[in-house]
C-alpha cells in the first residue's frame, strides 16, 4: 500500500536560516513525489513535483527538494527562510504504476513557523 | 491559463439541512476532479474523484455524495448534514499533457454544522 509520513508536526526556524521539512514514502513502483503549501483558509498551492530526472528538483519561491531512493525520503529545503514561508506543508506521493486512477496520498502536514 | 473556482466560500448550516457545494474549471478539457475534506488540525481525506461525466468514485462511505454533471463542474452534496461534516472543502482538478500528474487546488469552503 501506498504512504507518505511527515515525522514533524512543527518546525520552528529563524529568519534566514536554512529549513528542512522531511517526508518518507512507501510506493510499489516507481514514486511520483509533491511538495503543496497551504496558507490559512487557503487551498493547497503546488511547489514541485519529481516524477523522474534530477534528484534535486527546484521549485516556487525558492525552494527545492531532494529525492533520494535508498531512503525513500523527499525532503523539502531551502536554503535561507522567510517569515512568510510559514504555512503548513504538505508532502504527496503518487504510485507511477498508475494504480489507484493516479490519485494522491498526502502526509498529514508540518506546520513551519518562521520567527524574525 | 487554468483557473479553479468554488463557492461559496463560507457556509454556517443547521444539522439536518441539505448541502451543495460547486466547483468549476475554466481553460482545461476532461480533467480530473476531485473533493477532498480537511478536518481541523490538517490532514486530507479524498471524499470523491471523478474521470469524466457522470462517473463518480467514492474513497470514503459517508452521508455525503458528488456529482458532475457537465466536463468542468463538480458538485457535493448532502440530503441531511451532520456536525461531523464540518471542514474545509477543497476540489482539485488534475490534466493531462504538460501538468501530467498535477492536482492544483481551489481555494476552499470552509463549512460549519451546527
Known amino acids: 500500500a501506498q504512504s507518505v509520513a511527515q515525522p514533524e508536526d512543527q518546525v520552528n526556524v529563524a529568519e534566514g536560516n536554512p529549513l528542512t521539512v522531511k517526508c518518507t514514502y512507501s510506493v510499489s513502483g516507481n514514486p511520483y513525489l509533491f511538495w503543496y503549501v497551504q496558507y490559512p483558509n487557503r487551498g493547497l498551492q503546488f511547489l514541485l513535483k519529481y516524477i523522474t530526472g534530477d534528484n534535486l528538483v527546484k521549485g516556487s519561491y525558492g525552494f527545492e527538494a531532494e529525492f533520494n531512493k535508498s531512503q525513500t525520503s523527499f525532503h523539502l529545503k531551502k536554503p535561507s527562510a522567510l517569515v512568510s514561508d510559514s504555512a503548513l506543508y504538505f508532502c504527496a506521493v503518487r504510485d507511477g504504476g498508475g494504480g489507484s486512477q493516479g490519485n494522491l496520498i498526502f502526509g498529514k502536514g508540518t506546520k513551519l513557523s518562521v520567527k524574525p | 491559463s487554468q483557473t479553479i473556482h468554488q463557492w461559496p466560500a463560507t457556509l454556517v448550516q443547521p444539522v439536518g439541512s441539505p448541502l451543495s457545494l460547486e466547483c468549476t474549471v475554466e481553460?482545461?478539457?476532461?480533467?480530473?476532479l476531485y473533493w477532498y475534506r480537511q478536518a481541523a488540525g490538517r490532514g486530507l481525506q479524498l471524499l470523491f474523484y471523478?474521470?469524466?461525466?457522470?462517473?463518480i468514485s467514492s474513497e470514503v462511505p459517508q452521508n455525503l455524495s458528488a456529482s458532475r454533471p457537465q466536463d468542468r463542474q463538480f458538485i457535493l452534496s448532502s440530503k441531511k448534514l451532520l456536525l461531523s461534516d464540518s471542514g474545509f472543502y477543497l476540489c482539485?482538478?488534475?490534466?493531462?499533457?504538460?501538468?501530467?500528474?498535477?492536482?492544483?487546488f481551489g481555494p476552499g469552503t470552509r463549512l460549519t454544522v451546527l
Open positions: 481553460g482545461t478539457s476532461n480533467p480530473n
Open positions: 471523478s474521470v469524466g461525466i457522470g462517473q
Open positions: 482539485a482538478w488534475r490534466g493531462g499533457g504538460s501538468t501530467l500528474d498535477t492536482q492544483y
